[in-house]
């Protein structure tokens, strides 16, 4: 059985993802977030794609120490000025209107008396500059160059500019398709009545949720119950589903326990194991395989805490260079700790906590429990501190690498 520590299985996993081949699709702008970009963005424009005024005021040609231009006429965003602007003249101009081409200056209204209108004359008050208030055209970046490069998630940002730019259409990854499987006589879907021994399928809400955090949505998810006689059909069902499945993702059933099967299911699908186990507290219940179809297969812990620490450190960087993300590590930065930990640490221990930033330095503030089983705090966590195996005291004051899980902003 491979054991191995988190920067292992993310180097096997880099390693098993080399030869991976992206299928590509053509998509709209619109319905692309959370897909990874197969082309680099070429602007098709110099972007500002015309010279435009910052302001709105009186567009002229400068002429040092003029003081006073007759207005030629108004213009707003959207109109062009198409004839010279002569010297002494001024075309009265609105914020985003293209400056009129024989003109280099926009005076601000601010600075202006006058009524404005065509015709008539303005004086100006106060100094100005040859070039004040102009966008020059191609500021941002001329034609051709690239704005956005392969392998960026599409945000709504990039969406943004991708809108900005005029473009409907883009190559991406094709959208991986994602099983998630739960296991557990012991476990109920929401709605069901608890009885004693059993508990809610958290886990399923917490893997699809996550997945979906990542911008992944062609999510199929199935219950094994574990229960030996339903064990052959169960068995068959998650062969079926695993047909149309890029990734499986399980929950539970990975450890030593009479009753886990998936490795059983894992064994069906002709899997490849890559590591058994993690070296690491919570979470060490990891498993990853790819099968001969390439799919590749995560397993994690049952316990939520494990499960989530399994999943940040593990099973997000690898979905994350699965979709063809260029920047696919979590980030991590050495940071100082608010709390004080004792626990025996034979395996490095990722503890479950949050930065937070008040007054200063950010500081990490360890949640008040950070064990395999525990759940409830973890809707404040936004980062996981690595207390190496063999340091059994954390005091407040003492720095340790953190993971940041980009989550929430922390209070
Ligand atoms: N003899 C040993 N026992 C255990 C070991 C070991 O090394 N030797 N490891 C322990 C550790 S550490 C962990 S973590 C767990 C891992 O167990 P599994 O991943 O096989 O998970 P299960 O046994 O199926 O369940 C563990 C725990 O999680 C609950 N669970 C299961 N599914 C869900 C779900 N969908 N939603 C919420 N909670 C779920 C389940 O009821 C159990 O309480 O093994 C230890 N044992
Ligand atoms: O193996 Mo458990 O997954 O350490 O918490």
Known sequence: MAVVTVEEALQLWDEALQTQVYKVETIDVQAAKGYVLAQDIIAPTDVPAFSKSAMDGYAVAYEAGRKEYIVDGIIGAGVVWENPVESGHAVRIMTGAAIPHTCDTVIMQ????????????????????????????????VAGTIVIPQGTEITSTVQTILTGLGITEISVNAMPRVLVLTSGHEVIEPGESLTPGKI????????????EDLGFHKITHYHVSDAPEELDSEINHVLKLSEAADVIISSGGVSVGLFDTMPLIYEKLGAKSIYARIQMRPGAA??????????????????????????????????????GLTNWT????????????????????????????????PRFVAN????????????TVNALACIPRGIHEVH???TFDVYLLGLLPAV
């Open 330 to 361: 979590t980030p991590v930065v050495a940071c100082v700790m608010d709390t004080e930990i004792f626990k025996r640490n034979a395996f490095d221990r990722y503890v479950q906590g949050k930065v937070i930033f008040g007054g200063g330095a």
């Open 396 to 398: 407040p004051g003492d």
């Open 200 to 211: 809610y399928n958290s886990n399923r809400a917490m893997i699809c949720g996550l997945l």
């Open 286 to 323: 990891s498993y990853g395989a790819v099968t001969p179809k390439g799919q590749i297969i995560f397993g994690l812990s049952g316990n939520p805490g494990a499960a989530f620490n399994g999943w940040h450190l593990i099973v997000a960087p690898t979905l994350r260079r699965y979709k």
């Open 368 to 379: 008040r429990h950070f064990n395999s089983s525990s759940m409830l705090g973890l809707y």
């Open 110 to 141: 601010e600075q202006v008396v006058g009524i404005g209108e065509p015709h008539t004359t303005i004086t100006i008050q106060g100094g100005y500059h040859c070039g004040d208030h102009i966008i020059p055209q191609g500021e941002e970046c």
